[in-house]
């Protein structure tokens, strides 16, 4: 016996195939939203973890600070024994963009190497950045508006000069709680808390940073 064949009225058959074609037309939109939405909150992660910047630029900064934090870069810059603090901030901002100006340069690799104070000096580093408009100056109060690849620096024991320099390369937290931690040489390091150094390493430090457009 043959089984009964149902036949569907052109109309309902038009209607029902339009609903699928609607259907597949509209899951991919519904599919990139949701990536969309993915990718923005896996980059916002990313970016809080100091692993990833919005702006290439700094993007770049940010991995040669991590490429170079350990690995001295002789190939193209020269080292500064126990100082290279500023050296290696200078460099970063090269990579960032940055060029080298008559008050801001240096030539030569290794030992062998010339350069200006404000290359390596994070006194004279501070003062160029505030004489020549480069960059903005934060207070420790100010943590809010600190973004990755800006410059940290320090004034280990209060004296009014700056101690030390280094990149910003993490940033987590929010509101009244935000950690900022910082890469760069001279006591090498990546990703150190700035509340480390300034409580912990060199109790009752501060602490200043520039803000790099």
């Given amino acids: 016996m043959s089984r009964p064949r149902w036949i569907l009225p052109a109309a309902l058959l038009a209607l029902l195939t339009g609903a ?21 909150a896996s980059r916002s992660a990313r970016q809080s973890a100091g692993q990833f910047a919005d702006s290439p630029a700094v993007q770049a900064q940010l991995d040669y600070v991590q490429a170079h934090w350990d690995d ?55 003062d160029y950045l505030e004489e020549s408009g480069r960059a903005t100056a934060l207070t420790d109060d100010q943590r809010s508006e600190v973004r990755l690849g800006d410059v940290a620096q320090f004034d280990w024991d209060n004296s009014g000069d700056r101690d030390h320099t280094a990149v910003v390369t993490r940033i987590e937290g ?17 990703y150190r ?13 501060s602490v200043y940073y520039w803000s790099i457009p």
Avoid: K
């Fill in 20 to 40: 699928i074609v609607a259907g597949v037309a509209v899951l991919p939109g519904l599919g990139d939203a949701a990536s969309d939405a993915g990718s923005a």
């Fill in 72 to 126: 001295y870069n002789t190939d193209e810059y020269g080292v500064l024994d126990d100082n290279d603090c500023v050296n290696f901030t200078s460099q970063s901002l090269i990579e960032r963009g940055w060029q080298m100006d008559d008050e801001w340069w240096t030539e030569g690799t290794g030992e062998d190497f010339d350069y200006t104070s404000p290359w390596v000096s994070s006194t004279a580093f501070r």
């Fill in 174 to 190: 929010s509101g009244d709680n935000i950690q900022i931690f910082y890469g760069g040489h001279t006591d090498d390091t990546n």
């Fill in 193 to 205: 808390s700035v509340d480390e150094a300034i409580t912990e390493i060199h109790p009752g430090a």
